[in-house]
């Protein structure tokens, strides 16, 4: 009799129990299910050589048992977005950027982003996060430099650069690694110190890739600022203003994005001919 009555007793009370545990542990479920669709990680390591992982290797419990030092992307787009961009970096950032209205066609920015991740593995590159691209598949009277925070996921600059003046005039068509070519080198730079020059305020960058742009510290290439890249020369001219094969921005813009990108950043120069493409071990690597 007495044990009957205890188990009685006992069976609403286990219930409630379990009951309770359900609602409490409910709300922690579900925010640990959001915050591994709401989050990217970035997970670059204390080393200099640290790189880029892959986005789509890291599970939340890997992400738990490494809290302190990640930078986090907060990625604004809806999981069924997320999903169809397949969780590939390059993807999610173009769409959270928007780039395509910014006329970035997204091959351009995946290329720039796996010489980025190879770059940053070899240690070649000092200062983390930050990607330029001059996209000279597009028009000069277009604004095709951009500056990119793939870290916080900002656009931080967009705006007009010249070509070679023997590369074309309002496309470049043509590319080389020849001193007084007087035409724009293709492929991966890594921005060193700047200086007071000729031009005032200039930046010095190193071509990361031999045969296609490794000449470029000897042929001063360099960012500079130029009267000739603004908006009214080329709607005068039907085309930009050309440099002797430096990537020349305008005086308006110059400072700023020389004081945002020295100092050890990647610089990618994109145009899609199948010389460099083919010919490029960081685009194949």
């Not at 044990?3 to 542990?25: H, Q």
């Not at 479920?29 to 080393?47: D, Q």
């Not at 003046?165 to 730079?189: I, T, V």
Request: glycine residues 6%; aromatic residues 10%.
């Amino acid at each position: 009799m007495i044990f009957k009555m205890n188990r009685t007793f006992l069976n609403p009370l286990i219930l409630l129990c379990l009951i309770v545990s359900v609602l409490l542990l409910s709300p922690i479920l579900s925010s640990g299910i959001k915050h591994n669709y709401k989050y990217h990680i970035l997970y670059p390591s204390a080393e200099k050589n640290s790189y880029l992982t892959d986005i789509t290797s890291l599970s939340y419990n890997t992400i738990a048992d490494n809290v302190s030092g990640l930078n986090t992307i907060p990625v604004e787009s809806s999981v069924n977005a997320d999903n169809e961009s397949g969780n590939n970096p390059a993807a999610v950032i173009y769409e959270t950027l928007k780039l395509d209205e910014a006329g970035m066609s997204p091959e351009v920015l995946e290329y720039a982003i796996k010489g980025y991740e190879k770059l940053l593995k070899e240690g070649a590159i000092e200062r983390e996060g930050i990607i330029s691209i001059c996209d000279f598949s597009q028009s000069s009277r277009q604004k095709r430099l951009y500056v990119i925070d793939i870290l916080n996921q900002k656009l931080l600059m967009n705006t007009y650069v010249a070509h070679g003046k023997n590369s074309g005039l309002e496309y470049a068509k043509s590319f080389s690694n020849k001193p007084e070519s007087h035409q724009s080198s293709l492929g991966f730079y890594v921005t060193s110190s700047n200086y007071n020059g000729a031009h005032g305020l200039s930046l010095r960058v190193k071509g990361m890739e031999k045969g296609i742009n490794d000449k470029a510290w000897d042929r001063a290439i360099v960012i500079h600022g130029a009267d000739y890249v603004n908006p009214q020369f080329a709607k005068t001219k039907g085309y930009m203003g050309r440099s002797f094969g430096c990537p020349a921005v305008s005086f308006k813009d110059h400072k700023q994005l020389i004081n945002t990108i020295k100092n050890g950043t990647c610089l990618f120069i994109y145009h899609p001919t199948d010389k460099y493409l083919n010919q490029s071990k960081i685009i194949n690597s």
